[in-house]
């Protein structure tokens, strides 16, 4: 079982940054892939970013040239930093990790909440 722990979530103004971070208990090279998801009240939740474990990467479309998701193996850290936000960026923020052949097995952190004032 491995346990993911978000932080970095806060208060900011539109145009300001924030930096995620979603540190695993366990290693994540045993991970398909990761990523970061987002609900925003009275929504659905989206995907966000997502990085496999070649690095290779994809963003939702309202956030592309704004955030940057990234991975630190040796340090058993999901990165996803948000340049640029906007008020439409607010919402709880939560990291995923899946493994195992058909990516049966899937984790979740408990989330941070981002929130941008206009």
């Known amino acids: 079982q491995v346990q993911l722990a978000e932080t970095g979530g806060g208060l900011v103004q539109a145009g300001g940054s924030l930096r995620l971070s979603c540190a695993a208990s366990?290693?994540?090279?045993?991970?398909?892939?990761m990523g970061w998801y987002r609900q925003a009240p009275g929504k659905q939740r989206e995907l966000v970013a997502r990085?496999?474990?070649?690095?290779?990467?994809n963003y939702v479309d309202s956030v592309k040239g704004r955030f940057t998701i990234s991975r630190d193996d040796a340090k058993n850290t999901l990165y996803l930093q948000m340049n640029g936000l906007r008020p439409e960026d607010t919402g709880v923020y939560s990291c995923?990790?899946?493994?195992?052949?058909?990516?049966?097995?899937?984790?979740w952190g408990q989330g941070t909440q981002v929130t941008v004032s206009s």
């Open positions: 990085i496999t474990s070649g690095s290779s990467t």
């Open positions: 366990g290693s994540i090279l045993r991970m398909n892939d």
């Open positions: 995923n990790a899946r493994r195992g052949r058909i990516n049966q097995f899937v984790y």
